[in-house]
């Protein structure tokens, strides 16, 4: 007799092309996996995979199988859901996050998932955005916290929150409270987000102009790294204010009054489209919903968007 877990078992090996990956997604071993193949097979007498390769592919009878088992699956998911206590979902969902997103609302995300599943354990890696949407494709993660979403088909995103970036400083730099120039800026190192993201060439293109001082950029990978050396006075930091508001609200960081200007940060939820989402698109909804209600008001979401909960918004952001 057919039983979900040998379906299930077919359906990862199917989608990450190798019984070892299937092993490492439902957390059992090489031979487990093998041994539910075989038996999935032997009930319904046909070969279901091709083994002649490193990547396990679906035979014809194996790819009307796919069909088959993914609606299964997702017909198991959505009944459980619906039907059964919410409190009672479990496993392990692993969440990428850039660290913009760590430094404000992501621990009431925690609480929430928390109160709302408390079954439900969370793996969180913090990552910048390119190494994130890499993670998420590869499968190594299951719902990223990014800045736009990949382009690739088979994604689903929801706009979380807008970050508008600002331009901080020591007040032991001097800057006062008048209006600050570009070339003021330009005296001390800049520091900001990593190589490699959009966030750093947009930095870069501001300040990389014939008419300025040589540009010296700092950058890091670590908000924490940027926000201590803005504190120690070692350079103006261009991030988003809201992750400060702490060393604003007690002196310890300015935001300069300036006509520059740099496009927010637009981050998103994203997560690849599967039979076994609903703890997916949980968390991401209660992700959103944590966004909106946060203390900035850069982190709320207008009304159009809002409007879109829940459905692919096919979000085509910055990629950093």
Same mark, same amino acid.
């Given at each position: 007799?057919? +039983? ?10 199917v989608?990450l092309?190798?019984?070892r ?20 097979e032997?009930?319904l007498?046909v ?6 390769h490193?990547?396990a ?8 199988? /796919?069909v088959? !088992?993914?609606?299964l ?8 859901a619906? $039907?059964?206590d919410? @409190? ?14 760590v430094?404000d ?8 998932v928390?109160e709302?599943?408390?079954n439900? @354990?969370l793996?969180?890696e913090?990552?910048?955005? &390119?190494?994130?949407h890499a ?7 299951? *719902?990223?916290?990014?800045?736009? %979403? ?13 970050y ?7 007040p032991? /730099?001097?800057?006062?409270d008048?209006?600050?120039?570009a070339?003021q ?10 190589r490699?993201?959009q966030?750093? +060439? ?7 102009? &014939?008419? *300025?001082? &040589?540009?010296?950029?700092?950058a %890091? ?12 006075g ?9 992750? $400060?508001?702490?060393? /604003? ?10 006509d *520059?200007r740099? &496009? ?7 997560? /690849? %489209? %599967?039979?076994?989402? $609903?703890?997916?698109e949980?968390v ?13 008001? @850069? !982190?709320?979401? +207008?009304?159009a968007?809002?409007a879109? +909960?829940?459905?692919? !918004?096919?979000v ?5």
């Amino acid at each position: 007799m057919l +039983d979900f877990r040998s379906i299930e078992t077919f359906l990862w090996v199917v989608k990450l092309g190798s019984f070892r990956g299937a092993a490492q997604r439902l957390n059992t071993t090489q031979p487990a996996i093998s041994q539910r193949i075989a038996q999935l097979e032997r009930e319904l007498g046909v070969k279901l995979l091709n083994r002649d390769h490193r990547v396990a592919s679906p035979t014809a009878s194996g790819r009307q199988m /796919l069909v088959y !088992a993914e609606k299964l699956i997702g017909l198991r998911a959505e009944m459980l859901a619906e $039907v059964g206590d919410r @409190s009672a979902m479990r496993g392990v969902l692993r969440l990428g996050v850039a660290e913009t997103i760590v430094h404000d609302w992501l621990p009431r995300l925690i609480k929430s998932v928390n109160e709302s599943h408390p079954n439900l @354990s969370l793996e969180i890696e913090v990552d910048v955005t &390119p190494n994130l949407h890499a993670r998420l494709l590869a499968q190594e993660i299951e *719902l990223a916290f990014a800045l736009g %979403s990949p382009t690739e088909s088979g994604i689903r995103s929801r706009v979380l929150c807008d970050y508008p970036i600002s331009f901080l400083a020591s007040p032991a /730099l001097g800057f006062g409270d008048g209006v600050v120039t570009a070339e003021q800026m330009a005296r001390f190192p800049i520091i900001t987000f990593p190589r490699k993201t959009q966030p750093y +060439d947009n930095v870069r293109s501001l300040f990389n102009r &014939p008419h *300025l001082p &040589p540009m010296r950029l700092h950058a %890091s990978a670590s908000l924490a790294t940027v926000i201590h050396m803005a504190i120690e006075g070692l350079g103006v930091a261009v991030i988003p204010a809201a992750i $400060v508001a702490n060393e /604003l609200a007690t002196g310890r960081l300015q935001e300069l009054k300036t006509d *520059l200007r740099i &496009p927010p940060l637009t981050f998103t939820a994203s997560w /690849l %489209s %599967s039979p076994e989402m $609903v703890a997916i698109e949980r968390v991401a909804e209660l992700a959103a919903r944590t966004a909106q209600t946060a203390s900035h008001p @850069s !982190a709320s979401v +207008d009304a159009a968007v809002a409007a879109r +909960d829940g459905q692919d !918004a096919g979000v085509q952001g910055i990629q950093a």
